[in-house]
């Protein structure tokens, strides 16, 4: 039963990330094991992209093993990076601050679908929309959610007269 439950929270967190709203900033309090199945379903899905694409002069399952460790680490410095831009955007946007260990949840999350896109576009001979993808993607997933809570005033409880 917990695999049931863990595989549930896991569909959910792909879920909630699909759509940039309100309830994507909850993907900031995430659990440590979901955001790390993101960053594996991002490393994961690169890997599978970048296996159609690139030449492999060894054999198949050991370049696929290296290659997802590289992109592993590729990815997690570039979310590392990306967690610093969104700690700021947070910073300026939001009354209240996140602790870095929100921030990078949450930045995982807007990365989940711009990331593997991005790659596949880049790899199809589309290297300004790729990147473009990667970054705006990353931009439109971390800012709307943001805008949207400052955006949103609290409603004043009305009392009856």
């Known amino acids: ?3 049931l439950s863990f595989l549930r929270q896991l569909i959910n967190y792909l879920q909630t ?6 309830p994507f900033l909850r993907l900031r309090l995430a659990d440590v094991s979901l955001y790390f199945c993101g960053l594996a379903w991002i490393s994961f899905w690169t890997t599978v992209i970048d296996s159609f694409f690139l030449q492999k ?3 198949i399952v050991v370049w696929f093993i290296l290659h997802f460790i590289f992109i ?3 990815v997690l ?3 590392l990076f990306m967690a610093y831009l969104t700690k700021g955007f947070v910073r300026l946007l939001l009354p209240r601050p996140w602790a870095y260990r929100q921030t990078f949840p ?3 999350a807007t990365n989940l679908w711009s990331f593997p896109l991005g790659m596949l ?4 001979d589309y290297p300004r929309f790729g990147i473009g993808i990667l970054l705006i993607g990353h931009f439109v997933y971390t800012l709307v959610p943001l805008w ?3 955006s949103a005033k609290p409603r004043a409880s009305r009392k009856p007269q």
Not at 121 to 124: A, G, H, I
């Open 1 to 3: 039963m917990i695999h």
């Open 17 to 22: 990330s699909l759509i940039p709203n309100r």
């Open 57 to 59: 002069n060894i054999p």
């Open 72 to 74: 592993a680490i590729a």
């Open 77 to 79: 410095l570039y979310v």
């Open 106 to 108: 949450y930045t995982v």
């Open 121 to 124: 576009l880049y790899q199809l």
């Open 148 to 150: 949207i809570a400052r």
